[in-house]
């Protein structure tokens, strides 16, 4: 049997860390989560995820955004795919994003707070299956 996939959360919400293993580890995956920036980062860099859960909002309204645009810009991580949740919405995040002096938000998938469950996982095996 191979490893489970490993999905990395940075999330600021501990309510998020319990909804969000609730969704996944039942379908096989690997959850691990933090709640800020800085213990993402370093997360991410001990142990790779096949995926990460990023929401835009941290310390700052724009830190996921500005981590999401380090990561994709990393050559050791650029290839892991982000999937962007907030609760401000697509449309803010985009412009969040512009506002950064970026061309739109390097991620794979942005999903609005509350999150679907079976949107969630559909999402998340979709990504991670390739079909990003």
Avoid: W
């Amino acid at each position: 049997m191979s490893d489970p996939r490993h999905v990395l959360l940075i999330d600021d919400d501990p309510d998020m860390h319990d909804i969000i293993r609730l969704v996944l580890e039942p379908s096989g995956y690997r959850v691990t989560c933090h709640a800020t920036g800085p213990s993402g980062m370093e997360a991410l860099r001990r142990d790779q995820p096949d995926m990460l859960l990023l929401d835009i909002m941290l310390a700052t309204p724009t830190e996921g955004l500005l981590l999401a645009h380090q990561i994709k810009r990393d050559e050791t991580f650029k290839r892991i795919p982000i999937i962007m949740i907030s609760s401000i919405g697509r449309a803010h995040g985009e412009a969040y994003g512009r506002e950064l002096g970026a061309d739109g938000v390097p991620v794979e998938r942005f999903m609005e707070k509350p999150l679907e469950p079976a949107q969630l996982r559909a999402a998340v095996d979709e990504v991670l299956n390739g079909g990003g």
